[in-house]
């Protein structure tokens, strides 16, 4: 854990350094739950999004029932009439269990702080048979329990561990010492009281509070100027279904997708962009005859699962996580996670559900529109299931960021080996294609590189630079993720050839200046 969590500085500092997220607000601060990309993040973040955009909405795959998915795009408005969400269920139910420390004041989400302690096998073991309540009243003791935030179940001792001394650690590699925790909000009358992680003080015990943001609209703000910032962007697409299937030729099964922002004031913003207050889904709202739902549930959660496969996330990494029947939200026949191995645990990047008809249901009944479908072949009618695969973007960035993160040794400019931060993206999401360097600010070969990276800054993101020693400007290029560089030298003038060295590898090979775009292209397969 102790490395994972190096790891983590590491990628947070280089997405600092090289312009990929940068806290908002930093010069007064920043602000909790909000980050900023910079030059390099915005262009990953794109790519992410354009290549969800196009395997998903301009040109689908074929569907389970051997037809072209029907996908047609759609971007709602952030703010929408607060009537969407009563119907929804998001004013009532869209709540976390929050604890506070009586202390220091801190607040946490009570299902993500345990109450754990490392204890003394032999002097529990020590004790008369059945002596529970002493071992109780050992793991109760404040000297020994302590508190911790962690995502899920499976992070909590790493995390325990890591903000453990080494002579805990120690004593808990030689099967000395034994780790226990409970999650604070599922403790019973004899676990141990709960404790604040930051300064041991008492938490409260666990209440409600709802997740959106609220704001007002107009010039008053009283009540009837309440409206809220939407906290997911499938709602829009709900409200917007009759719409669609009024102006369309859509006809079930199909799906409409959205890209948009969605705010959600939660109490602990965590892991970097991970868990952020405002941030970007990617969701599809797929609807279908509800006989045709499991078939359609199943198509899209190995879809999905398949697709961040296919762009570089290691499978080992990536797990499809079924939601057992009680963790089902109230309107979902069947839920899976997609998670990912994050260096701070394995936590969600995905969720695929089949909601049923819950939310055109809801929308019906509390609008009064009729949001039945007719289908002219069977004269059925119907209100569709839906099938939603929701993905964030912003997790979806941190985990290719995170997967593309690799450090081996390059040689530099006298021949040493120096060790080397490489970025090494799915071709696809690099945020520069191919950089252009002349090896010398002079005899013609600025002019020359300048001439190449115009030639190919109009088909793909180019990137020019004459600044420093030329191993330098690989290495600034290799943190950036760019899969190829390009180096015009002295044979250049002679030949017409240039040198185009490869990311991963390292190796360079002359090939044509003028052939360096049909090269990249060919290379990346864009
Ligand atoms: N419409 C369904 C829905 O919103 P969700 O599981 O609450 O479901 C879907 O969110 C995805 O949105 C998550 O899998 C995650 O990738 C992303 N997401 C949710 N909350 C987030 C947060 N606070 N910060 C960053 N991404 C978040």
Not at 228 to 254: C, H, M, S
Not at 256 to 268: D, M, P, T, V, Y
Not at 341 to 353: C, K, R
Request: hydrophobic share 35%; charged share 30%; with cysteine.
């Amino acid at each position: 854990m102790a490395n994972e969590q190096d790891l983590m500085e590491k990628i947070v500092s280089l997405a600092k350094r090289r312009g990929f997220i940068y806290p908002s607000s930093e010069i007064y601060g920043g602000i909790n739950g909000f980050w900023d990309y910079g030059p390099l993040g915005v262009e990953l973040k794109r790519n992410i999004k354009d290549a969800w955009w196009h395997d998903i909405v301009r040109c689908p795959a074929t569907g389970p029932d051997g037809r072209p998915i029907q996908m047609v795009g759609l971007d709602c408005s952030i703010i929408m009439n607060p009537k969407v969400w009563e119907a929804s269920g998001h004013v009532v139910n869209f709540n976390d269990p929050l604890v506070d420390c009586k202390k220091c004041k801190a607040r946490f989400r009570a299902d993500k702080v345990f109450v754990a302690c490392f204890y003394d096998q032999a002097a529990f073991k020590a004790l008369p048979p059945g002596d529970t309540g002493a071992h109780l009243n050992f793991v109760r003791n404040p000297a020994y329990r302590f508190g911790v935030e962690a995502d899920d179940e499976s992070q909590v001792q790493a995390a325990a561990v890591a903000g453990a001394n080494s002579d805990t650690r120690r004593k808990l590699q030689s099967g000395k010492y034994e780790f226990r925790a409970v999650r604070v909000d599922r403790r019973t009358s004899s676990d141990p009281l709960a404790v604040c992680p930051a300064c041991d003080g008492e938490l409260t015990d666990a209440r409600k509070f709802n997740m959106m943001f609220k704001t007002s609209i107009g010039a008053m703000e009283d009540s009837s100027a309440l409206a809220y910032l939407r906290p997911e962007t499938a709602q829009g697409i709900f409200v917007n279904y009759k719409n669609v299937l009024d102006t369309t030729r859509v006809k079930t099964p199909f799906g409409i997708a959205q890209i948009g922002k969605a705010f959600r004031n939660e109490i602990n913003p965590r892991n970097f962009t991970f868990r952020s207050r405002e941030f970007e889904q990617m969701e599809i709202e797929f609807f279908c005859h509800p006989g045709q739902a499991d078939p359609w549930y199943e198509y899209w959660r190995d879809a999905r699962f398949k697709w961040y496969i296919d762009h570089g996330l290691k499978s080992s990494k990536l797990r499809l996580r079924n939601h057992e029947k009680d963790e089902l939200a109230h309107y979902a026949r069947a839920c899976a996670d997609i998670e990912y191995e994050f260096p701070f645990g394995i936590s969600e990047l995905e969720g695929v559900a089949n909601r049923t008809d819950f939310d055109l249901t809801q929308h019906q009944k509390s609008s009064g529109r009729d949001m039945t479908y007719f289908d002219d072949e069977t004269k059925e009618r119907f209100i569709p299931y839906v099938i939603e695969p929701s993905g964030g973007v912003d997790r979806a960035t941190l985990a290719f960021l995170c997967e593309a993160y690799d450090e081996d040794e390059a040689p530099d400019e006298k021949g040493a080996m120096q060790k080397r931060t490489v970025l090494r993206f799915h071709p696809r999401f690099a945020p520069i294609k191919v950089a252009i360097f002349p090896l010398v600010r002079k005899d013609g070969m600025p002019e020359k590189a300048q001439a190449i990276y115009q030639a190919c800054a109009k088909h793909l993101a180019a990137f020019y630079d004459e600044k420093g020693a030329v191993g330098r400007r690989y290495r600034r290029q290799d943190e950036a993720g760019t899969p190829f560089c390009v180096t015009v030298d002295g044979e250049t003038r002679e030949n017409g050839t240039v040198t185009i060295r490869d990311r991963d590898t390292m190796q360079q090979v002359r090939i044509p200046g003028d052939s360096v775009l049909a090269y990249v292209r060919e290379r990346l397969h864009i």
